[in-house]
């Protein structure tokens, strides 16, 4: 079945550790996403990348890190720079919008669950 | 970045009433979405508005795009208790390639 799996489901860091959240999708999307998710509150871009080899900063991403070698993979670096990184995180993908008359529709992940300890 | 205004934050209602919440923006938008999301999963798309005055169904639910494309709607029809979740708006506005700017979520709690 086509989708976006992310993993782990749960993740736990020392602080001080780099961590690494996968995020892989099937659906031949060019554009993928990551945001982060605290409690209660709403969704806040960290980064997302329109094609291969290219990406952008989003609102937060100060701490993180992404990559983009291949169009179904987008792993989000957590660094030790980040000072809370406790959170939920959700990587998404849409159709790239620049392609007329596509649908503008972006399906996320199960999302993983960072713990500092 | 751009954050949409979502209203209510929270909502408590007996099985069986209807639901409406609502989605406002300073700017226009090209596209309006509608997620669910339970605990502890990621959002899970319920329905995609493209056009001013668009009303769009899907089961229980009904979604309209506004007529100013500044805001949007969203109708729960006789609600059951699998209705429980964080209902999220979506926005897409024009020329900003492919990002989308998220509402802060109803929190809607169904009682049997």
């Known amino acids: 079945d086509g989708g976006i799996t992310q993993s782990p489901k749960y993740l736990f860091r020392k602080e001080g550790q780099n961590v690494t959240l996968s995020c892989e999708q099937n659906l031949n999307h060019d554009a993928m996403y990551w945001y982060r998710q605290d409690p209660g509150q709403g969704l806040r871009l960290i980064y997302y990348?329109?094609?291969?080899?290219?990406?952008q900063k989003g609102d937060i991403a100060e701490g993180y890190s992404v990559s983009r070698e291949k169009k179904e993979s987008f792993p989000l670096t957590v660094t030790s720079a980040q000072k809370n990184p406790t959170a939920f995180y959700l990587c998404?993908?849409?159709?790239?919008?620049?392609?007329?008359?596509?649908?503008?529709?972006?399906?996320f992940g199960q999302g993983t669950r960072l713990t500092v300890v | 970045g751009q954050q949409l205004n979502q209203s209510p934050q929270s909502m408590f209602i007996q099985e069986g009433e209807d639901v409406s919440m609502n989605c406002t923006s300073s700017s226009i938008f090209n596209t309006w979405l509608w997620y669910k999301q339970d605990p502890g999963e990621g959002p899970v798309l319920l329905i995609a508005l493209y056009k001013a005055g668009e009303l769009t169904s899907n089961g229980r639910l009904t979604a309209q795009f506004g007529i100013t494309r500044k805001d949007s709607f969203l109708n729960i029809s006789a609600s059951i208790p699998s209705d429980v979740g964080i209902y999220f708006c979506a926005g897409h506005p024009p020329n900003t390639g492919n990002q989308f700017y998220f509402g802060t979520g109803t929190s809607l709690t169904v009682i049997p």
């Open positions: 990348s329109q094609i291969v080899n290219d990406f």
């Open positions: 998404a993908s849409s159709i790239d919008r620049h392609t007329p008359l596509q649908a503008a529709e972006a399906f």
